[in-house]
């Protein structure tokens, strides 16, 4: 199970390296836009501090090392399909789906970290993984044929992507040590033909037409 843990974070952490190395290309086309976020020891989000900690509330139990591992995992609609892997002590992972053809995999190595996907709509695909102690992820997905990709590789990480909404667009977020500890970009809900990049200290959006 650790060599499939690592396995999907250095794939995911893959994707968002060589997107990023793709966009100085896109940097000054019209429709491209760069947001700088907060980096570790710069000042914190205090607006992602304050609504992540409130979502956060609810699974303190695990976070602060009270609370058994627990797996939930609920689906409602037609051929979902979700996957938990779970390495370490007192973590959480939580999937609840409903909608049809959508897809799930959270994956987690470490201790009392928690991990939460609220997911709907048609055929979406969200892949969440987290290495490292005390992390927090909470995704929300809706719309049609968007993929989601949430990597944590540090510890005492938050971070919620609210991706609800979309339609034919990609998110990929990698949140490190070097990142804020809270992460919650806005501008995600109801994206449209769009990718966005998160990385520490950038996010890209780029709307598909000018990727073509």
């Keep these: 199970m650790t060599r499939t843990l690592k396995a999907i974070a250095i794939a995911a952490a893959g994707v968002a390296t060589l997107a990023l190395g793709s966009l100085g290309a896109f940097a000054n086309e019209p429709g491209f836009h760069l947001t700088y976020l907060p980096e570790n020891g710069e000042r914190t989000d205090e607006r992602a501090e304050r609504i992540v900690t409130g979502l956060m509330q609810p699974v303190m139990p695990f976070i602060e090392g009270t609370a058994a591992q627990t797996t939930s995992i609920l689906q409602l609609g037609v051929n979902s399909s979700a996957t938990s892997l779970v390495e370490g002590t007192g973590n959480l992972s939580a999937i609840v789906q409903t ?82 500890r809270y992460l919650m970009p806005s501008g995600l809900r109801g994206l449209s033909n769009t990718t966005v990049v998160i990385v520490p200290g950038r996010m890209y959006v780029i709307p598909h037409n000018r990727i073509q």
């Design 99 to 180: 909608g049809q053809n959508n897809r799930a995999a959270q994956a987690i190595q470490g201790h009392n970290s928690a991990m939460l996907l609220v997911q709907g709509g048609t055929n979406n695909s969200v892949i969440q993984s987290s290495v490292g102690n005390q992390n927090f992820q909470l995704v929300g997905v809706s719309g049609e044929n968007n993929n989601v990709g949430y990597v944590q590789v540090g510890n005492n990480l938050a971070g919620a992507l609210d991706v609800t909404g979309a339609q034919n667009s990609n998110v990929i977020a990698l949140q490190t040590n070097g990142s804020s």
